[in-house]
């Protein structure tokens, strides 16, 4: 069983910054890549960032530029450095881990950026 544990979430004002943490534990094989994803009221699920097992990195046009997704060493947990925020980033951020024949999901955390 894969565990994934988010935190780093919370209020801040625009322009303001914060940092995702997502640790995975338990019963991981093979990591093909790490990522964020989050979804606002009434939007659909939709990538953020994304880092994959040989270090490549993508992003969601919307956050290139403000965001930057990044690993540990061991590379089981995974961080998402947020700046220059924005109204719009408003959402649950839920981690991602592609196991290659599974995807596992955290349970999100909320992150709310005021006007």
């Known amino acids: 069983q894969v565990q994934l544990v988010e935190s780093g979430g919370g209020l801040v004002q625009a322009g303001g910054s914060l940092r995702l943490s997502c640790a995975a534990s338990?019963?991981?094989?093979?990591?093909?890549?790490m990522g964020w994803y989050r979804q606002a009221p009434g939007k659909q699920r939709e990538l953020v960032a994304a880092?994959?097992?040989?270090?490549?990195?993508n992003y969601a046009d919307s956050v290139k530029g403000r965001f930057a997704i990044s690993r540990d060493n061991a590379g089981n947990t995974v961080y998402l450095q947020m700046n220059s925020l924005k109204p719009e980033d408003t959402a649950v951020y839920y981690c991602?881990?592609?196991?290659?024949?599974?995807?596992?999901w955290g349970k999100g955390t909320l992150v709310t950026v005021s006007s």
């Open positions: 991602n881990l592609d196991g290659i024949l599974k995807d596992y």
């Open positions: 338990g019963s991981i094989f093979v990591i093909n890549a």
């Open positions: 880092i994959t097992r040989g270090g490549s990195t």
